[in-house]
């Protein structure tokens, strides 16, 4: 029978709300067709129709001022199996942000790695050549990570945010899942909620944490659950 081991811990101070992590852009309604591997492609070998896994790598480092609209969604398996994440960000503001997604999809070792760096101060935005129009709107965003192999699903929203800082970062595997948020500052409003699932009986739930901050706050949180054979 498996067992889940879950070290968790939670260290929250002074400042609001958390999380950005912003991330690739797609924006909806426009096709994906040119996303390609730029990795390379792994081989599981016969029978031949088996699809190769892919290798993704990817990364952005913005600076700037204006108005973003960014989403991401990640999977290693096919619907509710394996690990996945999902990010998005929006807003008008002074923007510097660095975002990491190494992915690999082979169904018996997959891995997920996010990195995730962000500073970022709500403002109306005016050109003064005014060939952009001025834009105005609070930031928001989430990042999400799900690992069905451990059982555990971790986020992080912010809403009506005017500014955020600090870095995320995401490690899973097949046996483990860890998150940690360090040097997060958010001023607005945030939501950070855990669940770990028994991966046997998923109606059974281990652990369950949701908090929702408003105000300013700073704060560190790390979360891990790692599953072995007992």
């Not at 990364?59 to 096919?78: F, L, P, Q, S």
């Not at 199996?81 to 503001?93: E, F, K, Q, V």
């Not at 001025?134 to 555990?152: D, F, Q």
Request: proline share 3%; net charge negative; hydrophobic share 35%.
């Amino acid at each position: 029978m498996k067992k889940i081991a879950i070290a968790f811990g939670i260290i929250a101070c002074l400042a609001v709300l958390s999380l950005l992590l912003t991330s690739a852009s797609a924006q909806g309604g426009e096709k994906e067709d040119w996303m390609v591997c730029p990795g390379g492609w792994g081989d599981l070998g016969p029978p031949d129709t088996r699809l190769d896994p892919a290798v993704v790598y990817y990364m952005k480092d913005i600076r700037g001022k204006g108005y973003e609209d960014c989403r991401a969604t990640i999977a290693t398996h096919t619907r509710n199996t394996g690990l996945g994440a999902s990010t998005s960000s929006r807003g008008s503001a002074y923007i510097e942000e660095y975002q990491m997604f190494d992915v690999d999809t082979h169904p018996n070792t997959p891995l997920l790695m996010i990195e995730s760096q962000v500073n970022k101060s709500y403002r109306g935005v005016r050109f003064n050549d005014e060939l952009v129009k001025p834009i105005n709107r609070a930031l928001s965003g989430e990042t999400c990570v799900k690992s069905y192999m451990v059982g555990a699903m971790v986020s992080e929203r912010y809403m009506d945010t005017y500014d955020i800082s600090g870095a995320f970062e995401h490690t899973g595997n097949d046996t483990s899942s860890s998150t940690a948020i360090t040097d997060r500052y958010v001023y607005g409003t945030e939501r950070f909620a855990v669940t770990v699932k028994d991966i046997e009986k998923r109606h059974h739930t281990i652990m369950r944490v949701r908090e929702e901050l408003t105000g300013e706050f700073t704060m560190d949180r790390e979360v891990t659950v790692d599953r072995y054979d007992g």
